[in-house]
């Protein structure tokens, strides 16, 4: 089993900055690949960012391209997530995943693990 613990999440304005952590504990080796994912009240869950350690640079959904930036320390298992001009659309929980099976996964069912969630509330 892995778990995953995320941090960070808070009430910001339009315009700023948030950094959510997402600290993994257990099984650790047993994933290759962390995401990022939201789901805002009344809407499915949708992919935001991830990488697998050590097969290139993260991916990211169109609507945070350029303004969210994911970064991972292999070494402390804690992935991050840094996100910039931040806009009211964004507001959402926010949950990590890691995947044990599949590489540049973007798909919910691809990943195993899940952590609880961080609330992101961005205000116009």
């Known amino acids: 089993q892995v778990q995953l613990v995320e941090s960070g999440g808070g009430l910001v304005q339009a315009g700023g900055s948030l950094r959510l952590s997402c600290a993994a504990s257990?099984?650790?080796?047993?994933?290759?690949?962390m995401g990022w994912f939201r789901q805002a009240p009344g809407k499915e869950r949708e992919f935001v960012a991830a990488f697998s350690w050590g097969f290139g640079n993260p991916y990211y959904a169109d609507s945070v391209k350029g303004r969210f930036t994911m970064s991972g320390d292999h070494a402390k298992n804690t992935v991050y997530l840094q996100m910039n001009s931040l806009k009211p659309e964004d507001t959402a929980a926010y949950y990590c995943a890691a995947s044990s099976q599949y590489l540049n996964a973007s798909l919910v069912y691809e990943y195993d693990y899940w952590g609880q969630g961080t609330q992101v509330t961005v205000s116009s």
């Open positions: 257990g099984r650790t080796f047993s994933y290759i690949t």
